[in-house]
């Protein structure tokens, strides 16, 4: 069964420090992967997506992240934090198996300080 | 091109009462979802569609009902709404099962 952990629900980092939101999956086969943003009472926006090909993979907004099978990972990065980048950050993993089913894990929350 | 549109944005029951939640979109997606949001718990899959006159449980799927009677519109039903159904509701939609998903701006529902 496929699921998503999301390791630290907030993340406090400097503006203009290294951003790095952590997301392991488990699948049982090749997986779809993803990383949403929303912003306060907005939806979610895709940032960016695995789907096959070249592990690392650019979004939006200067962050990317970087598909590794062999440690079930897909983290999210960004080299220099800005204060517009204050959001929540969702990784989903997507399957498909007879029929879809996609995962989102539960959430890590980004603080940017000034 | 609006997107994703969610009816209405924010609305407030009484234990018991009954509402319909509206979803449009005008990408011509085939599929179709929705989900609620709570606290520390990310989405959670209520039911979604794969196409027109379609539609499948998802994760939570109990207290609520669906339909999707035109492509561009799937309305989640609460028939009998109870305090555990306070949530945020958001619908989405897709292309494809796997592909990313379009969001609607959600709606904010307050269960007494």
């Known amino acids: 069964a496929q699921s998503v952990t999301q390791l630290g629900s907030h993340v406090s980092v400097s503006e203009g420090a290294l951003v790095l939101l952590r997301c392991n999956y488990s699948s049982s086969v090749p997986p779809y992967l993803f990383w949403y943003v929303q912003y306060p009472n907005q939806g979610l926006q895709l940032l960016l997506k695995?789907?096959?090909?070249?592990?690392l993979v650019k979004g939006i907004n200067g962050f990317e992240a970087e598909f590794k099978k062999s440690e079930t990972s897909f983290h999210l990065t960004k080299p220099s934090a800005h204060m517009s980048d204050a959001a929540e950050y969702f990784c989903?993993?997507?399957?498909?198996?007879?029929?879809?089913?996609?995962?989102f894990g539960a959430g890590t929350r980004l603080f940017v300080k000034a | 091109n609006a997107g994703v549109t969610q009816t209405p944005k924010f609305r407030v029951l009484k234990t018991g009462q009954s509402m319909t939640l509206l979803c449009a979109q005008d990408m011509n997606h085939e599929y179709m979802y929705w989900y609620r949001q709570d606290p520390g718990m990310g989405l959670r899959l209520i039911h979604y569609s794969v196409g027109e006159g379609t539609t499948a449980k998802g994760e939570v799927p109990d207290g609520y009902n669906v339909s999707r009677l035109k492509k561009q519109n799937f309305l989640l039903g609460l028939e009998s709404a109870a305090p555990s159904q306070t949530s945020v509701y958001f619908c989405?939609?897709?292309?494809?099962?796997?592909?990313?998903?379009?969001f609607g701006p959600g709606t904010r529902l307050t269960v007494l």
């Open positions: 989903a993993v997507s399957e498909y198996t007879g029929g879809f089913k996609t995962i």
């Open positions: 695995y789907t096959t090909g070249a592990t």
């Open positions: 989405a939609s897709s292309t494809t099962g796997p592909q990313a998903q379009y």
